[in-house]
């Protein structure tokens, strides 16, 4: 069974760091680009990063880009994103999420398994 | 940056209601658009993929269609369950991008 556990979240500063983890387990971590998508309190859904399976490719969303960034460690089978500079409007619960990959044929870079989420809080 | 434009934002319905949602983009994605479900736990599923593509394990009373800029996910007749809310998604191009959500309410 596919699981994601993201950890880390808590209450922060404006203008602090915080480092969020995902735990995989239930497939190849290895063999599978990954993302981060978050939601603020009471609004939508906003993809964050993704990365590829190795590591070496990665894209951000432009709210976030120079100020978080989106890791992986295979051998753990952990996600991170390391969150710099943040502000009050990055307050939200982060959602670690799966990019589907390959069906044999085509390349989906939909999301198919998501976390339950960690919340993060940015304020004095 | 391609914009996702989701209609109505709430939805009153009945159970066994045929229920339409629909979603533009500001530009042409070919069909590589999906659909998630939200539970009020924060649970996030898929639904459908690449416009018309069931993921694995959803209930076929989910349907989805479109082209070029406009989509919509079609849910044929609700059951309980249903009742959360619902969001469009764009990945034809970074940054994806996500429709605002459609709450579907019991009437």
């Known amino acids: 069974e596919v699981q994601l556990v993201e950890s880390g979240g808590g209450l922060v500063q404006p203008g602090r760091s915080l480092k969020l983890s995902c735990a995989a387990s239930?497939?190849?971590?290895?063999?599978?680009?990954m993302a981060w998508v978050r939601q603020a309190p009471t609004k939508g859904l906003e993809w964050v990063a993704s990365?590829?399976?190795?590591?070496?490719?990665?894209h951000y969303g432009d709210s976030v880009k120079g100020r978080f960034t989106i890791s992986r460690d295979n051998a753990k089978s952990t996600l991170y994103l390391q969150m710099d500079s943040l502000r009050s409007e990055d307050t939200a619960t982060y959602y670690c999420?799966?990019?589907?990959?390959?069906?044999?044929?085509?390349?989906?870079?939909?999301?198919?398994?998501w976390g339950p989420g960690t919340m993060v809080t940015v304020s004095s | 940056d391609i914009q996702m434009t989701q209609s109505p934002s709430s939805l009153p319905a009945s159970l066994g209601e045929r229920v339409t949602i629909s979603c533009r983009a500001s530009?042409?994605?070919?069909?590589?658009l999906n659909w998630y479900q939200q539970k009020p736990d924060g649970t996030i599923k898929p639904l459908i993929y690449?416009?018309?593509n069931l993921q694995s394990g959803v209930p076929s009373r989910f349907s989805g269609s479109g082209s070029g800029t406009d989509y919509s996910l079609t849910i044929s007749s609700l059951e309980p369950e249903d009742f959360a809310m619902y969001y469009c998604?764009?990945?034809?191009?970074?940054?994806?991008?996500f429709g605002a959500g459609t709450k579907l309410e019991l009437k």
């Open positions: 530009q042409g994605i070919s069909n590589n």
């Open positions: 239930g497939f190849t971590f290895s063999d599978y680009n």
């Open positions: 998604q764009q990945d034809a191009s970074f940054p994806y991008t």
């Open positions: 999420a799966r990019h589907r990959g390959y069906d044999g044929t085509y390349y989906y870079w939909y999301f198919d398994f």
């Open positions: 690449y416009t018309s």
């Open positions: 990365i590829s399976y190795g590591g070496s490719n990665t």
